[in-house]
């Protein structure tokens, strides 16, 4: 999605991960690490062990590489983006001028840290 051009993802039932890395221009390493990193991300293993992706599974795909390269989210940023239902449920931007005034963003942005290290700690644990 270079440059704001949309990658045309051809219309059949599975793809080779030679093809995806191909379609997403990514190399395939790449595909089998994001495979453990995104529980979305499932593709079915044919006779011969060859992962077979699915339609979605190249949707998903393309996503995470926007996320990733183009918006600069970490894994663990995109993964808990995607779980908790996309972009619509993204944090307000603190910077708006709907935010009030500098106190109340400073405390949004405490209270948003406060949540990110709870959700740190827990996986500590």
């Known amino acids: 999605m270079v440059g704001g051009m ?14 995806v890395a191909k379609l997403a221009e990514v190399p395939a ?7 453990s990193e995104f529980p979305g991300i499932r593709p079915k293993r044919a006779n011969s ?15 995470i590489k926007a996320l990733l390269h183009g918006e600069g989210y970490t894994i663990a940023g995109a993964r808990k983006l995607l779980e908790t239902g ?9 910077d708006e001028p709907s935010s009030g005034n500098q ?18 700690t827990k996986r500590k644990e």
């Open 29 to 35: 390493h790449v595909l089998r690490y994001w495979e």
């Open 49 to 63: 062990q060859q992962r077979l992706y699915r339609y979605q599974d190249v949707e998903l795909i393309l996503k």
């Open 86 to 94: 996309g972009e619509d449920n993204k944090l307000p931007v603190v």
């Open 103 to 120: 106190t109340q963003r400073l405390q949004i942005i405490k209270e948003e840290l406060q949540k990110l290290q709870n959700l740190l």
């Open 6 to 19: 949309k990658t045309q993802i051809p219309d059949k039932l599975y793809f080779k991960i030679g093809e």
